[in-house]
């Protein structure tokens, strides 16, 4: 059973809704989803969020990734934190701190 999502990212249409990953382009190989790792996607080049979530790479990775349709489901979002089930857990624009965000989905650094 998926836990509830509660707070993060107020109104954005993808938080709590399974990753629509037909939608990302990411380099050969790039494997975005794996057993007991949550992952954060990167939209937006920001190096900043490799540095933020560093603390926590044995337990989330981070890919870059495009968006195939900028009109469609990821239109003005620059990153989103996923959980290991699939599920949308943070995005910005409009999330909360990423830092909490990370703490609250995936334990202390």
């Known amino acids: 059973m998926t836990a509830p999502i509660r707070g993060g990212s107020g109104g954005h249409p993808l938080l709590g809704r399974r990753l629509p990953s037909h939608e990302l ?14 992952l954060l996607i990167d939209l937006a080049g920001d190096d900043a969020l490799r540095r933020t979530a560093a603390p926590w790479a044995g337990r989330v990775d981070v890919v870059t990734a495009g968006v195939r349709n900028p009109g469609g489901p990821f239109a003005g979002t620059t990153a989103l934190l996923v959980r290991p089930d699939g599920h949308v857990a943070w995005t910005a624009p409009g999330g909360t701190d990423l830092i909490d965000a990370l703490h609250r989905w995936f334990g202390p650094r």
Do not use: E, M, N
């Open 25 to 38: 382009t990411t380099p050969p190989g790039t494997v975005l989803l794996r057993p007991l790792r949550g």
